[in-house]
């Protein structure tokens, strides 16, 4: 069972979930749940394992929702919990949970929650992209790739990579790997050629109704005005929009490629870790 939830647990946070996770850490007297057990939940709704059910594992669930509603940004800092119940109704007054049993053993749980590293989509191969890569693998990030041109999208250039998408947007967009886009912490939109980068985005804006997905495009605010524009006759309404931003990075007076890649993650970060950067 162990394996089976860590597992899931991976498998979730690597689609750009959060995952609340609550493992029996000791247990004595009669307990349904023995140390070892877990009881995972994502923040999708999802469910994986048991800490021994009954009324114990009722408590344990709704525990794990709480975590889930507390940002991110405030989990970094409190961290999780560990508590300890007892499985009998005449357990109140003790330094314990009591439970509405009559089992009578006593069940240590430890619960925290496990946060995705952001995964950067990286359309756009060439000398930006690729230093923005070289940041990623810095930071122990993940990234992938998109370019229709096949020598800035291939294993030897991106030897780290999750994913490599050496093809047109249209099936990038049409293949099971472009419907949904919710697996990106961030969309980078840093290509060489205005159209492309223009029907990325209006293709990435059509698959982000949940705006869980920051898209970046690299440029000026007159670019970005008639990528706007054009997002905007393309039928994208004007809150999904607001999941889009361009210039992207932070103003460090940025030049090279590599300066760029720096400003560019170091905002992700800020917008991370700072509630409100994104707004500023």
Same mark, same amino acid.
């Given at each position: 069972?162990?394996?089976?939830?860590?597992?899931?647990? !991976?498998?979730?946070?690597?689609?750009?979930?959060?995952? $609340?996770?609550?493992?029996?850490? @000791?247990?004595?007297?009669?307990?349904? /749940?023995?140390?070892?057990?877990?009881?995972?939940?994502?923040?999708?709704?999802?469910?994986?394992?048991?800490?021994?059910?009954? /009324?114990?594992?009722?408590?344990? &669930?709704? $525990?794990?929702?709480?975590?889930?509603?507390? *940002?991110?940004?405030?989990?970094?800092?409190?961290?999780?919990?560990?508590?300890?119940?007892?499985?009998?109704?005449?357990?109140?007054?003790? &330094? !314990?949970?009591?439970?509405?049993?009559?089992?009578? /053993?006593?069940?240590?749980?430890?619960?925290?929650?496990?946060?995705?590293? *952001?995964?950067?989509?990286? #359309?756009?191969?060439?000398?930006?992209?690729?230093?923005?890569?070289?940041? #990623?693998?810095?930071?122990?990030?993940?990234? @992938?790739?998109?370019?229709?041109?096949?020598?800035?999208?291939?294993?030897?250039?991106?030897?780290?990579?999750?994913?490599?998408?050496? #093809? @047109? =947007?249209?099936?990038?967009?049409?293949?099971?790997?472009?419907?949904? =886009?919710?697996?990106?912490?961030? +969309?980078?939109?840093?290509?060489?050629?205005?159209?492309?980068?223009?029907?990325?985005?209006? /293709?990435?804006?059509?698959?982000?109704?949940?705006?869980?997905?920051? +898209?970046?495009?690299?440029?000026?605010?007159?670019?970005?005005?008639?990528?706007? $524009?054009?997002? !905007?006759?393309?039928?994208?309404?004007?809150?999904?929009?607001?999941?889009?931003?361009?210039?992207?990075?932070?103003?460090?007076?940025?030049?090279?490629?590599?300066?760029? $890649?720096?400003?560019? #993650?170091?905002?992700?970060?800020?917008?991370?870790?700072? *509630?409100?950067?994104?707004?500023?």
């Amino acid at each position: 069972m162990t394996r089976t939830v860590l597992a899931w647990v !991976v498998e979730r946070v690597d689609a750009g979930e959060r995952v $609340a996770m609550a493992s029996v850490i @000791s247990a004595s007297g009669s307990v349904p /749940g023995k140390p070892g057990a877990r009881l995972a939940i994502s923040s999708n709704g999802g469910k994986c394992g048991t800490v021994g059910g009954a /009324g114990l594992e009722m408590t344990v &669930e709704n $525990a794990l929702r709480e975590l889930l509603d507390i *940002p991110k940004n405030d989990t970094r800092k409190i961290g999780g919990r560990i508590e300890t119940f007892l499985l009998h109704k005449d357990g109140k007054g003790q &330094e !314990v949970v009591a439970l509405d049993s009559l089992c009578g /053993g006593r069940v240590t749980v430890a619960m925290e929650v496990v946060e995705p590293v *952001p995964h950067l989509l990286i #359309c756009g191969g060439g000398h930006v992209g690729r230093s923005v890569a070289i940041v #990623c693998e810095t930071l122990d990030w993940k990234h @992938s790739v998109f370019d229709v041109r096949g020598e800035y999208a291939n294993r030897e250039r991106y030897p780290l990579a999750e994913e490599i998408h050496n #093809c @047109s =947007v249209s099936d990038f967009f049409d293949s099971g790997e472009g419907e949904s =886009v919710s697996r990106f912490s961030d +969309i980078l939109i840093l290509g060489h050629d205005w159209e492309i980068d223009q029907n990325f985005l209006i /293709g990435s804006l059509r698959r982000n109704a949940s705006r869980n997905t920051r +898209i970046g495009v690299i440029g000026s605010r007159t670019k970005w005005k008639g990528f706007r $524009a054009a997002a !905007v006759e393309a039928g994208i309404g004007e809150e999904t929009l607001t999941s889009a931003r361009c210039p992207i990075g932070l103003d460090i007076g940025a030049d090279s490629p590599e300066e760029i $890649a720096i400003a560019i #993650c170091a905002e992700i970060l800020a917008m991370d870790r700072l *509630p409100g950067a994104a707004e500023d």
